[in-house]
């Protein structure tokens, strides 16, 4: 065996002295004298012998191998398991199914050593996850690093891994340059959009530059107005820039390249797991690849699709008598679909009510996640698609309400969606806090939490172009709760209603918010308050903003 495998040997070594007796301990074991208890040796093997261990993998097809051929390693502590190495793959595991072949050895190549194989992974063979640690297979049992599933991809990067652009990126491997969904909301998008990274003190420096930090939005900076503007978006060490002027933007990066070592990525094409492609007339966003990744990761990559991510009227609980999955699981399926819906706002309602039973799932919910996957396998290229508006900016929303949804609390989902010049900026989908007691109620609360979302927008947007704050027209379809907003008078259909939810009737009179009755079919939110059918879905979602954005093939 290569000298890289010494510490697992001295490791079994002094698993086996401690199993064999001693003078020390008038012929007893170091065993025997701490537990009280003779140890059992049936389980042990020779050291280095060639052991079969169980592929675990699911789904398995009939012509794929039940077993692999692996290296043992000595027992696990701690366990009724054996540590293995895979000399194929690379990867140390550990697993309880294993036929052991004691009297052959693994034929390793005569030059092997470590600076051979910089690293390797370590396999858990009750949980799929891997874990990369360094070559030193001795550090491996020592210090391990679990790595995050797929709820969160790691941002890619065309920088040279040898020459690091900053600080952060020489400590730091691309893989774990992660962070949190916060909220999904995508800020008005310009032509020349570039990525530039390697920045450590961009707000130290930012002041210097002419810059000053967005008010409403503290991970953008602003220079500029009007034409000469330029807008830079900050994450980590990653730098988004755009403008009107390329003169303008070609002159920032060449004053960040003066006072940093850093990398100009050209046009944003990949950021954060989301693909952009710029076109002449449009930008087009999408996460086609991570969907992709997802549904090979739970198995569901050559499943049926279907038209429609969950069945309308599905009595959706808690099901406590149902039978009991893996939580783990459920929960891990549910955080990769939420980050996706950053592109994909027709499954904020089906994704959302999945969420509010992660706690103790069932087969039921589970049924519920695969049809979610199953819409996704049929719909992997939809996103959204931003045109250039007009010159004047105009920011308008939906706002929608079912009524006593949940089936367990009995509380109303609230559903709205923001517009920028016709583009969708802005859509969330949230169960409510209080319990209606009528279909006007609900829509009036949840006109309210709009409104709230609707004045952060505007003032965002008069910050960033320099405009005066201008109305937004919110569209209800419900004309008793436009008249509750409109009338200051408290009557005993709102008298009971909680005091903050008056607060866009102050809107409504100060001007700030321009309430308007919509018809239902025309409602864009109604797609984030309930289960629709496969036609209506089509209809709704193509009044929503999503496309199919499937590249042409050459």
């Known amino acids: 065996m290569p000298a890289r495998f010494w510490g697992e040997a001295v490791r079994h070594a002094v698993y086996l002295l401690n199993r064999l007796p001693t003078k020390a301990l008038g012929e007893r074991t170091p065993f025997e004298a701490w537990m ?37 390693l000595g027992v696990e502590e701690g366990c009724k398991a054996h540590r293995l190495f895979d000399p194929r793959h690379n990867k140390l595991q550990v697993s309880r199914d294993v036929i052991f072949q004691e009297n052959s050895e693994w034929t390793w190549n005569a030059g092997a050593d470590k600076e051979d194989l910089p690293e390797f992974v370590v396999v858990n063979a009750f949980n799929t996850d891997e874990v990369i640690v360094t070559a030193d297979i001795e550090a ?11 709820a969160t991809p790691s941002s890619t990067r065309a920088s040279s891994p040898s ?8 400590t730091t491997s691309p893989e774990s340059h992660e962070g949190p969904v916060r909220y999904r909301s995508i800020a008005d998008i310009y032509a020349n959009t570039e990525e530039i990274i390697g920045i450590d003190e961009e707000e130290n420096e930012s002041k210097e530059l002419g810059f000053k930090k967005c008010n409403q939005e503290h991970a953008v900076y602003t220079r500029g107005k009007r034409e000469a503007s330029i807008l830079v978006g900050v994450y980590v060490d990653d730098l988004i820039v755009t403008g009107r002027s390329t003169e303008g933007i070609n002159k920032f990066k060449q004053q ?52 429609q991510p969950m069945e309308p009227k599905t009595p959706l609980h808690k099901d406590l008598e149902g039978t009991p999955i893996d939580a783990t699981e459920y929960r891990r399926i549910i955080g990769c679909l939420r980050y996706l819906l950053h592109t994909r706002p027709d499954l904020s309602y089906s994704v959302g009510m999945a969420s509010r039973y992660m706690e103790k799932p069932t087969s039921m919910h589970h049924k519920v996640v695969k049809q979610i996957l199953r819409y996704l396998k049929g719909t992997i290229y939809f996103g959204l698609a931003y045109t ?28 709205m969606t923001f517009y920028f010049n016709e583009s969708l900026v802005s859509w969330n989908s949230q169960k409510q806090k209080t319990v209606a007691l009528s279909s006007c109620e609900a829509e009036f609360m949840a006109a309210t939490t709009a409104a709230c979302h609707a004045l952060w927008l505007r003032s965002l947007t008069s910050e960033l172009t320099g405009e005066k704050p201008k109305p937004v027209t919110l569209f209800v379809d419900n004309k008793s709760a436009i008249a509750l907003m409109k009338n200051p008078v408290f009557h005993g259909r709102s008298k009971h209603i909680d005091t903050r939810f008056h607060f ?27 289960a629709l059918p ?8 193509q009044l929503l903003g999503v496309r199919d954005l499937e590249p042409c093939q050459n």
Do not use: W
């Open 36 to 72: 009280g208890r003779k140890p059992h040796l049936a389980h042990l093997k020779v050291f280095g012998c060639i052991a079969y261990a169980k592929n675990t993998t699911p789904h398995l097809k009939k012509l794929d191998d039940r077993s692999s051929p692996m290296v043992y």
């Open 140 to 150: 491996a049992a020592e210090d391990v690093t679990p790595s995050s599933s797929l």
């Open 163 to 170: 020459t690091p652009s900053s600080s952060t990126q020489a």
């Open 256 to 307: 960040m390249m003066t006072e940093f070592e850093m990398s100009d990525l050209g046009l944003l094409s990949y950021y954060l797991g989301i693909e952009v492609e710029q076109q002449k007339s449009r930008i087009l966003l999408r996460q086609s690849a991570y969907a992709k990744k997802i549904l090979s990761q739970f198995q569901m990559a050559d499943c049926n699709a279907t038209k």
């Open 388 to 415: 250039k508006g007009p010159q004047e900016i105009s920011i308008f929303g939906y706002s929608d309400s079912d009524l006593a949804g949940d089936l367990d609390g009995r509380k109303s989902t609230s559903g």
């Open 504 to 530: 866009i009737r102050e809107c409504v009179e100060n001007g700030q918010i321009v309430v308007e009755f919509i018809n239902t079919g025309e409602q864009r939110a109604d797609v984030l308050t309930k």
């Open 534 to 541: 496969g036609v209506k879905l089509a209809v709704m979602r």
